[in-house]
């Protein structure tokens, strides 16, 4: 199907940008004619041929890295309209058995980082009385889980952190809203889940759809919300 969004002159921020949903979510925005800078803290220019893409690496759980490269962005374009904070992580283990580099590493991935992200280039979106947030959460993080408590307490937060973004900055025309995805059909997810059904998940060119349409002009009184998209 066509995409008729259209987002070209929009400056467009994607973190995780060639994960398993990020390269769904790059790819859709540069079809939709928008300048992306994906970043992750491997990511290169060859891993997307197309000239509307620049690439740069950080690490999202160094704020000062994180404003550094914010910096560039807005030193280079001028402006940045859309930020989409896809990356995050998944740990399992009941709260018992959690050592604290595993806590601590989701909450540097799921909530840390998006932290970092959103503080940088609000103020640049306040300046220019103009934003799209929108942030990857969790289906399964919407109610506490046994066996998920790390990674479930770190979604929780991450929604709740995008909600209050929300709250603090309607007044300048920033929209900020979290995508809750059920099981995507991602190779991470086919390799720690072997035996699931497959046909039963997430497309993740489905979920990028949906962040590109939270992020369009049409979107603009859509703010401070939690959208659920779940697989069969």
Known sequence: ?????????????????????????TESFLTAGATVVGSSRSIKQSDFNHPLFTAMEANFADAAAVQKMVDQIISRFGKIDVLAHIM????????????????MQMLDLNLISAFHAVRAVIPAMRK???????????????????????????????ATLVQTVALENADANITANV?????????????????????KWLQPNDVASLILKLT?????????????????
């Open 216 to 232: 369009d002009e049409s979107a603009g009184l859509i703010t401070g919300t939690l959208v659920p998209i779940r697989d069969r």
């Open 88 to 103: 995050g992580g998944f740990a399992a283990g009941t709260i018992a058995e959690t050592d604290d580099k595993t806590w």
């Open 1 to 25: 199907m066509k995409n008729l969004i259209n987002m070209e002159g929009k400056i467009v921020l994607i973190t995780g940008a060639k994960g398993g949903l990020g390269t769904f979510v």
């Open 179 to 199: 995508v809750l995805p059920g099981t995507m059909d991602t190779p991470a997810n086919r390799a720690s889940m072997p035996s699931a059904d497959f046909s």
């Open 128 to 158: 220019a009385k103009y934003g799209r947030i929108v942030a990857v959460g969790s289906l399964t993080a919407t109610e506490p889980h046994a066996e998920l408590g790390a990674y479930v307490v770190s979604k929780t937060a991450l």
